[in-house]
């Protein structure tokens, strides 16, 4: 009793006998587990890449798996040891190999975008039923003065096992990482393969009918089968290899990478940890600088803090970038830091300067900048900027050096600024403090004449900033202070 069901026959009948070569045999199991190693490595690889590297490793292990299963397919059919002569057509052949291929591919592309056992169950029941498809049409392939039908539990049972292997083959892939590990599961999967080739060879019925090889005039449409597995293995060993070598050589560069990005990481760690003891050192200098300059003028209480403040909030304020505004909180306080050059008699004296002695306590602004320049250090370059030009006024009436307009460095534009601005608030023995209403006024009209008249208009929009910081820096009654007349007041 045969049945035809969606191009295949099945039987209950028996047909010729039939045996397998059995170094056939063994050379396809080789072949097997040599495809199932070279799949499971290149989809390690394919998980530990990403965009275009990820999709060609993808293509790769699916070639890999793909066409293995169908050369061990192809060489377990030339196997078969039958009384009968055996071809093969090559247009459904090559068709047998396309469908093992992309159905691995969705396999594979499944599992790719998902990693979850029920992605997994469903790419391995259709990368199964491509496996059977595969080695039915292979089958299908043959070309023999014969009627080929299957035994139905047999050939469901194939299936099964290509489904059952399928899955099991993609759930490896995502899960074995190690050479081992790889090794192992390559000839399991090998014998799962090999279990449903020969599971549906097994279920083959083979029917001589002498009127087909008169229909089909002898076998001479086919290719015979002589060396073909020969043929087949060594190029599919040789494809094979390839693989590998190149999958090997992409882990040594990823790798060599991945040493080479660590090492990167530790460098940068290190240049990250000497700029912070840079900055550390630079900090101290100033710090001890200040001190210095407060040995011998202590006049001004928390002024210099105020202004350095100030400063920092007008540079955000105006726009500057936030690490230059930081540098210059810091280097701010060393405006003055000339002054410890003055003469006592100058810089101690009570009451206001003659003209003599203002001509020598403005020296201060040079001898800061000559003290504080030349270190290499920015933020001991950028004090020495400042301490150099924040006299300077707009029109070219300042000094040291009669610097005018945008030609006077921003960072002694800004000083001004806060220096001034915070001075005439402040109370001095030579002098009572400002009301605000005054200091504004001056402020204003200033602008253009000693100030950047863009910098005052963003520091008057920011006042109720700048007077909240004069509430956090209040002058403490420390005793009497030095009666001497600063250029702020002047």
Not at 182 to 208: D, E, K, S
Not at 249 to 276: G, H, Q, T
Not at 312 to 321: E, P
């Amino acid at each position: 009793m045969s049945i035809e069901l969606a191009g295949l026959c099945f039987t209950s009948a028996s047909g010729l006998p039939f045996s397998h070569d059995h170094w056939l045999v063994a050379l396809s199991y080789a072949v097997a587990a040599f495809a199932s190693y070279a799949a499971l490595d290149m989809a390690e690889r394919m998980h530990r890449t990403s965009g275009v590297a990820r999709m060609m490793w993808q293509g790769c292990a699916a070639a890999a798996l793909g066409g293995g299963i169908w050369a061990m397919h192809f060489i377990g059919m030339l196997a078969l040891t039958i009384d009968t002569p055996i071809a093969y057509a090559p247009g459904k052949t090559l068709l047998s190999l396309v469908t093992s291929v992309a159905f691995v591919a969705a396999g594979f592309r499944i599992i790719q975008r998902r990693r979850s056992p029920a992605a997994i169950a469903a790419a391995g029941i259709i990368v199964g039923l491509g496996v059977a498809a595969m080695h039915y049409l292979g089958m299908a392939a043959m070309v023999l003065p014969a009627r080929i039908a299957y035994d139905p539990l047999l050939w469901g049972l194939s299936v099964a096992i290509a489904a059952a292997a399928a899955t099991a083959g993609l759930w490896l892939a995502t899960r074995i990482h190690r050479l081992r590990e790889r090794a192992l599961a390559a000839l399991v999967m090998a014998v799962a393969v090999c279990g449903m080739h020969y599971t549906g060879m097994a279920a083959l019925v083979v029917q001589v009918d002498p009127t087909l090889m008169a229909a089909d005039g002898g076998l001479g449409e086919g290719v015979s089968s002589g060396p073909l597995a020969a043929v087949v293995a060594v190029a599919t060993f040789g494809l094979l290899l390839l693989a590998l070598v190149s999958a090997t050589a992409d882990r040594r560069i990823s790798a060599a990478a991945a040493r080479e990005a660590a090492a990167l990481r530790v460098a940068n760690l290190e240049l990250e940890a000497a700029r912070l003891q840079l900055e550390a050192t630079q900090r101290e200098i100033i710090r001890r600088l200040c001190s210095a300059g407060e040995f011998r003028d202590n006049e001004t209480g928390q002024h210099v803090a105020r202004m350095a403040q100030i400063a920092h909030q007008l540079a955000l304020a105006a726009g500057c970038a936030p690490g230059f505004a930081a540098q210059l909180l810091e280097a701010a306080p060393l405006h003055d830091i000339g002054k410890i050059a003055v003469p006592d008699h100058v810089l101690l004296k009570a009451g206001r300067l003659d003209a003599q002695e203002w001509t020598i306590m403005r020296q201060h602004a040079s001898i800061g900048q000559r003290l504080l320049a030349g270190s290499g250090l920015p933020l001991l370059d950028l004090a020495a900027e400042v301490a150099g030009t924040h006299h300077e006024k707009w029109d070219g009436t300042g000094y040291p050096a009669g610097l005018c307009g945008t030609g006077i460095p921003l960072s002694g534009r800004i000083v001004a600024i806060a220096d001034v601005f915070d001075a005439l608030l402040s109370s001095r023995p030579y002098k009572d403090a400002w009301p605000l209403d005054a200091v504004v006024a001056h402020m204003r009209e200033q602008a253009g004449r000693h100030f950047d008249p863009d910098l005052v208009a963003v520091f008057l929009g920011r006042l109720d900033t700048m007077l909240a910081i004069r509430e956090r820096f209040v002058d403490e009654d420390n005793g009497p202070q030095r009666l001497v007349q600063t250029d702020a007041a002047e």
